[in-house]
Structures are given as C-alpha cells and as structure tokens.
C-alpha cells in the first residue's frame, strides 16, 4: 500500500515543512518572505526527488514536471500553496503539494513515472491566502492569466510593492513579464488540488475523503471611516464624531445582515426569491482585520463576504455599502469602502470530479478494513487556488477530514491515515493516467 511513502514520509515532510516559519513561536509563512523561499527551495528538492524536472517562475511559483510518453499531449496541473495565515496550521495548503509528491515518487519509485499518457506538472503557488497584500491567489492568478498588471504595484503595510518584493528575492518582474506567466489552455487538460475540508463535515459522516461539487464566491472590502480626534473630557456627545462608535455600528449590521439577509433585501431583476433563498444557506460574512490609526481618527477595517450565489452576494454588497453609508452620515464622519478582491463561485467539472470521487472510493476501500461508504459530495465556502485555475482548464477537488473542522490554526489536524487515503486517492487517480 506504499504506506511508506504515502504515510510515513509524507507525514514526516508535513512535519518539516510546518517548522519553516518567519515567526519563533507560531507558523507564519507570507508572499515572498524568508520564510516562503526557504519552504520553496524545500518543496523543490521533494519535486526532485520525485523525479521531477523543476522551476521557479517569476511570481514565485515552485513547479515540478514529468512529460510522461506524450510530451505534446495537454497536461494534468496539480497544486495548492505554500505560504499561510499567521498563526497557522501545518496542513492547510502543504497536504495538496506532499500528497500529490508523494503519489508521483510512488510511479517513480514503481519505474511506472515515464509510462504516464500525458505530462503532470505540480505547483506550489507562492500565494494563496493574501496576508501580505490583502490580494490573494497571486500565484495561481497569474497563471491563470487573471491577475491585473496593476498588482505589481499593490504594497503591504512596510509600503513595499508586489514587484519590489520579488525583486529582493531576486525575481524580475515587469507587467510584460506577468502576462508571459500565463499558460496556454490549450495546453491544459485539467486542474485537480486535494485540501483539508475546513469543516466539520467529514468528520460527522466518519469519512475521511469528500469531492467538491462547487467553491463560494467571495468578496474582500476595505472599510475606512474617517472622524475627529476630541478631547475625551471636553467634546459634547452630540458634537462628537468619534469613528470607532461608528465602526461598531457598521460591523454589528454587517452580522446582523448576513444572519438574516432576507429582513434586508429587497426583489428586483438582479436579486430574486431564488437568490435570497440560496443565500439563507451559504451566506458567510466576517470582519478579518480592525485597526486605528492616527489616535483614534481613523479606523479601519476588512470585510470578507462568501455566498454561493454571486448576484445574490453583490445584493448584499449594495444593501450593506448603502446603509453603511447611512449610517455614517448620520454619525457625521466620513466612509469609503474599497473592494479589494472578487471571486465569483466555481462549478467542479463532474467527469473529472467523478473520476476524482472513485479514486477516493478506491483509496479508502484499500487502506481501510471497513466496507467505504459512499464517498459524500460537499461544497466549499473557503476559496482555493483551484478559483482562480477554473479560469484556465476544467477544476476538481478532493477534501479531507480535519478534526473539528479546525482550519487556519495550530489546533488544525489531519491523522496520519488520512494523509495515506489522500496520498492514495491522487495515485490512484494518476494511475487511470498510465
């Protein structure tokens, strides 16, 4: 069953690569930093010894690839991402890279690696999650061909842009050069990624594999609200214009909203009993970020607003910006809302979903004692690197159980079976590629 290297190995490189942080105590890998290189070069010598021909390109991406017997045929892209969340877990992105490494060290180890139909290229995209640049899918965007040019120019907090970034890390960079990153679709046969569910799902059915049927939109805004400083002793209530009062305001109808969507929206051609309906069901709204500066005039804060229909979610979008308005106005301070990133939601491609659900059949019916039941189909309120690949080729996506549902934390947890059902499940899906 190759347990050594689907399980013991990979286990032990999850283990590795969870320690590569910028951070002493917590994991914190970011867009380009120490850190992220040092995970990258790691990732590339994997890929190396899995017999893979390896790069780097010039958004940082870390790609591996074997051409099979049919160099020309359309390739199989395989990835997930490197970089993290601050405070993170060690599965979140890495399980998507070792598994499938693991897989194809498995054809290699076998002599079976050069006898695959068609090329597989793995990528470990340099960033997924936005942290630094409150931009995310940098990687997979852009070779996607979706990342705007103008987000070379887009700077995090210390004031440095995406191409400075990369350009200390010795990567050259121009708008010509980003465009050049992206793929031909014609050379493309399919995108497939393997990620922890990020909920509970899995874990209730006692199943360790699920298959995504779809991924949620979602939507990054930016809000600011712009007050006067007074003196806290001296300025009458009703003359204050105090921003952080009035940002409170703003996030409790932001919860108050998305719990209860249809209290707030109204019919018309774009927003139908249909939409708001759907949006009863998948409607995830948060605050990510809160911060004031200078003193206590401007306050800050991100919105993140999922929901598996998109003219539903831009409903929301409308009624919140336009009562958040109101409401600001009333309060006599100043407000601009930013959106920072869009992703509509994505359909998986259902022949390579299906294929994709019997590899995990097969897996959990081979490593397991007891008789798999039926592998369950589930859909994705976070968005994955898989988003932005729909973009260029047909996407499917393998979950697996992770304990409480836990994502973005240290607590986050894969058993070490799983980790084998995973590594198992993409082998056995590449083996239908032989």
Known sequence: MH?????????????ELGKVSDAGGFLERTFQSPASVRAGNLIRSWMEDAG??????????????????????????IGSHLDT????????????IITALSALKVLKTNGMLGELKRPIEVIAFSDEEGVRFQSTFLGS???????????????????VTVQETLRKNSIEITEENLLQLKYDPESVWGYIEVHIEQGPVLETLGLPLGIVKGIAGQTRLRVT????????????????????????????????????????????????????????????????????????SNVTFTVDIRAMDDLGREAVIYE???????????????????????????ACDNELSSQLRFAAYSAHDRISDEKPGDVPILMSGAGHDAMAMSHLTKVAMLFVRCRGGVSHSP???????DVWAAGFAVLTFLGTLV
């Open 3 to 15: 347990s050594e290297i689907l399980k013991d190995e990979a286990v032990a490189r999850l283990i």
């Open 411 to 417: 607590e986050e947890h894969v058993s070490d079976d």
């Open 85 to 96: 969340v601050i405070d993170a877990g060690m599965f979140d992105g890495a399980l998507g």
């Open 141 to 159: 965007a852009a070779i996607a061909g979706v990342l705007p040019v103008s987000t070379l120019h887009v700077h995090d907090k210390s004031g």
């Open 225 to 296: 609200v712009k007050g006067s400083q007074g003196h806290a002793g001296t300025v009458p209530m009703a003359m204050r214009k105090d921003p952080m009062a009035a940002a409170a305001e703003l996030i409790l109808l932001l919860e108050s909203l998305c719990k209860q969507p249809e209290n707030y929206l109204s019919y018309d051609d774009h927003c139908t009993p249909s939409s708001v309906q759907s949006l009863a069901g998948s409607l995830v709204c948060t605050v990510g970020e809160i911060s004031t500066w200078p003193s206590a």
């Open 52 to 77: 893979l021909h390896t790069w780097v390109d010039q958004m940082g991406n870390v790609h591996g690839r074997t051409e099979g017997m049919n160099p020309n045929e359309r390739a199989l892209l």
């Open 320 to 346: 919140l910006s336009s009562r958040m308005y109101r409401i600001c106005d009333k309060r006599s301070v100043q407000c601009l809302i930013e959106r920072k990133h869009d992703a509509n939601g994505v």
